[in-house]
């Protein structure tokens, strides 16, 4: 397998003289013009003259010894996170040309730290995706099998780590959207706890559900990133009043680890997953990690509960979105109706009609109680369930129960779609926060193995993280092209 | 359920949610409604076997922030709209609230 430089290993070699901020992103930029034109990971780009001058900016502080925590790493942002130096579209029409008066908290604290934002990456249409087929602005391809997906909704934000085209990516997580991603281009995502990153900044499709989430190429340096972005912000809500240490000391003691199996969960993996999970399990097992296979209440129903709360929080949330304001496109004339309607018809792409209008069908009067709120009643039983068990074990399942599709694959069928997202949406129902690392290659496509740890155990899970990475030798996976 | 899922009940769902469809979508979505709902619908039938279960809104509704942490303001409106768009309340003018104002 071909390597590229992780996050940790480029600082290291900034702190020793190795290399340099503008070594590293003179390769960056590379891979972006030599791969960028078939995969279409981004959407915008910063002008590469002055990716240089920030990453020469960051050299001279090396060299004076004044280096910030994330000096010189370049970054790819998902494009539903704004930014007031770039276009932010969410991947939609109905965005094309809004540019944001602000930065998302996220983006400043990593810009504070001295990481260098190149670009913002491509995903489906207002992170409604699981593929990264659904933009706007055509779809991202994954760089280890250009016929194929590299899972969405972050699916940009995978596919340029993938391919070198930035050191870290910042992606969002509604129900799985950096995780699948993570686990299709062989990179890691972690979906943190809910309330540990603000989400000021963020456009919202499913606000009780999501999380801005870190990705790159291996579980430390998604730690470094989360280290900077994580904490309180008094401009986001739901943010928890808490600061933890989330970098872990090295990877975790095989025999501290205690694995949860939902078995009839992860029996419902195509087989080539299933081979590459139970041989990663095995392997832990071998090192003294203990296993049990666990049932978990209400989870046969997690996935179309999921699907009632986000379709309902996403016509809720994109009622916002009328075609004059964001971006303003001045004054309207004739019915304000009548002209919104055509807006949003021409604005919104065939997935998010789809979901609003089924958001607009489970709030609706009459149905309200036997779809919505039935649903937020079982996610409290499928919320306490997973509380309870991951107080005394990570939950291990795979990342996705399928292989990366190939492109056009699933595009047909939503409910083929949304099944991809059957072990994800578990940690997005419950915030509890979960981590996809690589488990392996099953026909030279990535695998990932998704564990879900308890309420801000974010440094144990990214410990667990590193321990697999020793394991099965993927860090820093290139997909070289 | 069969009616609201029936084509005709999407020409009502369209209207609410203010979208408008081209003839493909329409086809498209008619169908998948009818289905997506049939799926959705299981989940009020696995509470059967549960007694009275409190809905959840919020995974930590216990330390949900006070509305009062929002109040300091980051952006004003005036920094980055035009006068006209914002009214005399300092509010960004949108149509509903001028709705009866002749």
């Not at chain 1, 095989?254 to 081979?275: A, F, H, N, Q, T």
């Not at chain 1, 109680?369 to 997973?386: G, H, N, P, Q, S």
């Not at chain 1, 939503?414 to 981590?435: E, F, H, I, Q, R």
């Amino acid at each position: 397998m071909m390597r590229q430089p992780t996050v940790h290993e480029l600082l290291e070699a900034f702190r020793h003289g190795d290399t340099d901020p503008v070594e590293n992103a003179h390769r960056v930029i590379e891979n972006i013009a030599r791969r960028e034109g078939k995969i279409n990971a981004y959407i915008s780009l910063e002008d590469f003259d002055s990716v240089l001058e920030k990453a020469e900016d960051s050299r001279r502080r090396w060299m004076r010894g004044a280096a910030r925590k994330l000096e010189g790493i370049i970054i790819g942002v998902k494009d539903n996170i704004s930014t007031s130096f770039l276009p932010t579209t969410a991947g939609s029409r109905i965005l094309d040309g809004y540019v944001p008066p602000f930065d998302a908290t996220v983006v400043e604290r990593l810009q504070k730290e001295g990481a260098i934002i190149i670009g913002k990456t491509n995903l489906d249409e207002f992170a409604m995706g699981s593929t990264g087929e659904f933009s706007a602005f055509g779809p991202t391809r994954n760089p280890w099998d250009e016929e194929r997906v590299p899972g969405g909704s972050s699916s940009g934000s995978g596919a340029c780590l993938a391919y070198g085209g930035c050191n870290a990516a910042l992606g969002s997580d509604t129900g799985g959207s950096v995780r699948l991603p993570a686990a299709y281009t062989a990179t890691v995502g972690l979906k943190p706890t809910y309330g540990l990153v603000s989400r000021y900044g963020l456009i919202p499709y499913g606000n009780s559900l999501e999380q801005i989430s870190p990705m790159g190429l291996s579980s430390l340096d998604v730690a470094l990133i989360l280290q900077v972005m994580s904490g309180y912000d008094p401009l986001d809500a739901t943010s928890l009043n808490v600061n933890p240490d989330v970098v872990p000391e090295g990877p975790a003691d095989p025999e501290s680890i205690r694995l949860c199996i939902p078995g009839s969960l992860v029996g419902m993996s195509d087989e080539p997953v299933k081979k590459s999970f139970y041989s990663l399990i095995d392997r832990l097992t071998g090192e003294g990690a203990s296993v049990d296979t666990v049932e978990i209440e209400g989870v046969e129903k997690a996935l179309p509960t999921y699907y009632t709360i986000a379709v309902a929080e996403a016509a809720s949330n994109l009622a916002r979105f009328e075609g004059t304001l964001y971006p303003s496109r001045g004054d309207y004339s004739g019915d304000y109706w009548r002209f919104i309607s055509k807006s949003r018809g021409e604005g919104f792409g065939i997935e998010v009609k789809r979901r609003i209008l089924m958001g607009v069908y489970v709030l609706s009067e009459g149905y309200r109680d036997e779809y919505y709120l039935a649903a937020t009643k079982v996610r409290r039983i499928v919320r306490d369930e997973l509380a309870r068990i991951t107080k005394k074990c990570f939950i291990a399942t795979p990342a996705s129960p399928v292989l990366p599709p190939k492109l056009g694959e699933a595009l047909g069928d939503p409910l083929k779609l949304y099944a991809m997202d059957a072990y994800t949406v578990l940690a997005n129902l419950s915030g509890l926060p979960a981590l996809v690392v690589p488990s392996g290659f099953s026909s030279n496509l990535p695998t990932g193995v998704q564990f879900i740890g308890g309420k801000l155990t974010e440094r144990s899970l990214l410990s667990l993280g590193m321990l697999v990475e020793e394991l099965t030798g993927i860090r820093g996976a290139y997909a070289g092209g | 359920m069969e009616e609201s899922t029936s084509c005709g009940a999407l020409e009502r769902l369209v209207e609410i949610a203010k979208l408008e469809l081209n003839d493909e979508e329409r086809s498209v979505i008619c169908r998948d409604l009818e289905r997506i709902s049939r799926y959705l619908s299981q989940v009020s039938a696995i509470l059967e076997n549960y007694g009275d279960v409190p809905p959840l809104y919020h995974v930590w509704e216990e330390s949900l922030a006070l509305r009062s942490r929002e109040r300091d303001r980051r952006v004003s409106l005036s920094d980055f709209l035009d006068a006209w768009k914002i009214d005399s309340g300092g509010r960004v003018k949108v149509p509903w609230r001028e709705v009866g104002r002749g």
